[in-house]
């Protein structure tokens, strides 16, 4: 939450009074507000979709979506290529997955990076060659291993020293050539916006620690013992180092320390035993706008730089530079996506402003209910975002009311915007858009409250195509045998 929501309703930089819409971030570059004060998305009116697709839905606008590919890639091909390094772009499917969209991104030169044996299973139904998939997990099952190992992913990310061994071992069952394997290693660089999407700190639990246990000098580091042990399996091919530092970061530097960490240990492992891990992968993080007035990291800024230390630092240790990696997930398809929802109960609330004794300051809260909630967007109440909402079906020169924006679940804390300026004759029937809900919104959607979770509809060019299906009620009742 920012300080403003924790305050109160002050003046925050980030109110954007509604009617003041400006295209641009934190929209996707298809929206526009049209001559008689509808938004459209990719040529085609937010009012139509409702209609058509009902609400809640999630909208994807997919030249945007490409765009921010495209750009991701060229950005980083340009800068590596300066430096004389190679460099492929994974996109995280955990971000957002489905068939079309693993089948867009594999067009526009991406490769997928998968957290599971189903995200594995959708890159792999849309077609995309399992060398261009790589799979990732801290507790992968023996099912996911084979399944990886069985479609011939082109790495498989370990993440302990169990499962060095266990990878081995299905290797070994199957023949064949050794698996490709990638180390992750945590670093000890802490990045991005909250604690439990920072994942490169020491207490938690992916990867394996680069440090060394106090007063124990002369013994390895966890990574350093497991790239030994992938070393000594024949069964294996180690592939490359892995290190994600966090997520929604907009400060890059931290990319620059844990590069120069990893390269550093795969220094130290060349000097040690002469070989030289010819792949280093950064991860993903890259931060995005949520709010007006906020910026995305710019690709082609921390490319250059991102390449520009990781060669300075293969220079200072002598060693020539790998071929790199990179896996953002929101970057490329949070900005691409809003949240179209139909409002219902409008409830103005009297709040205590904060101040002292019986002459505390009260002021009046409207608490905006639509039609979704919690169950969509769960990132407000597990990480504290903030998100905006804009009147998406009208212009209104109605003065603007302090809103807060609450779903339809049995819970104080189902809030989707916590603080956004709306206009006051904000009324049931009207759509409210969010911005920037393509990352991470329906691939953390559950059905608490037995609520089916919304459509993914792509816009393109005036078009409109369902790419995930809203979910019924008999969907849920399915599963339930009675
Ligand atoms: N690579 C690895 C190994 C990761 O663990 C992640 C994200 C990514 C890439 C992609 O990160 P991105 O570029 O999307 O920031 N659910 C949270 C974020 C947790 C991300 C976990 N790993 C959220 O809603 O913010």
Redesign the pocket.
């Known amino acids: 939450m920012s300080a403003a929501a924790a305050a109160g309703p002050t003046t925050s930089p980030t109110f954007s009074p509604t009617g003041t819409f400006v295209p641009g971030e934190p929209w996707s570059s298809g929206v526009r507000r049209g001559p008689d004060g509808a938004l459209s998305v990719g040529g085609v009116d937010v009012r139509e979709l409702a209609a058509a697709q009902g609400t809640p839905a999630y909208v994807l606008d997919e030249a945007d979506l490409r765009e921010r590919a495209r750009s991701y890639r060229r950005a980083f091909e340009t800068a590596f290529a300066e430096v004389g390094a190679g460099v492929d772009v994974y996109y ?1 499917g ?2 957002f997955l489905s068939v079309a969209v693993a089948r867009w991104l594999h067009a526009e030169g991406l490769r997928i ?1 998968t957290a599971t044996g189903g995200e594995l299973a959708v890159a792999l139904r849309a077609g995309v060659p399992g060398e261009h998939v790589g799979l ?1 997990g801290n507790n992968k099952s023996d099912a996911e291993i084979a399944r990886a190992l069985d479609a011939g992913v082109g790495r498989i990310i370990v993440d302990s020293l169990v499962e060095v061994e266990r990878v081995a071992a299905a290797a070994r069952a199957r023949g064949g050539a050794p698996a490709p394997v990638m180390l992750r290693v945590t670093t000890g660089v802490h990045a991005g916006g909250h604690e439990y ?1 920072s ?1 490169a700190h020491e207490d938690q639990k992916f990867g394996l620690s680069l440090a060394t246990a106090p007063g124990a000098q002369d013994e390895d580091s966890p990574a350093m013992t497991a790239l030994l042990a992938v070393l000594a399996h024949p069964e294996l091919e180690l592939l490359g180092i892995h290190s ?1 530092i966090g ?2 970061i907009l400060d890059p530097s931290g990319f620059e320390v844990a590069a120069r960490k990893v390269l550093e240990l795969r220094a130290a492992l060349a000097a040690r035993t002469g070989f030289l891990v010819p792949e280093v992968d950064l ?4 931060g995005i706008a949520y709010l007006p007035g906020e910026v995305s990291l710019d690709p082609d800024r921390i490319a250059k730089d991102i390449a520009a230390s990781v060669a300075a630092t293969s220079a200072e240790l002598g060693t020539p530079l790998p071929r790199f990696s990179i ?5 490329i398809v949070g900005p691409a996506g809003l949240t179209l929802y139909t409002v219902g109960t409008v409830k103005p609330v009297r709040v205590a402003g904060g101040g002292a004794g019986p002459e505390a300051e009260t002021f009046v809260r409207t608490y905006v209910s639509i039609d979704g909630g919690m169950s969509d967007n769960i ?1 407000p109440a597990l ?1 504290g975002a903030d998100y905006h909402a804009e009147l998406a079906n009208r212009l209104s020169d109605a003065a603007p009311v302090l809103a807060r924006v609450v779903g339809k679940h049995c819970e104080s804390g189902d809030i989707v915007v916590h603080e956004v300026l709306l206009p006051g004759d904000v009324r049931a029937g009207d759509l409210l858009a969010v911005p920037a809900t393509g ?2 919104g329906r691939s ?1 959607a559950s059905n608490y409250n037995h609520v089916p979770r919304p459509p993914v509809v792509a816009v393109a060019e005036g078009e409109t195509r369902v790419l995930v299906r809203r979910e019924t009620e008999d969907d849920l009742l399915a599963l339930d045998l009675g």
Do not use: C
């Open positions: 995280a955990k971000a990076d990732h999407i994942t994600h997520s929604q991860g993903g993080g890259y896996e953002p997930g929101r970057a990132r990480y990352a991470y953390m």
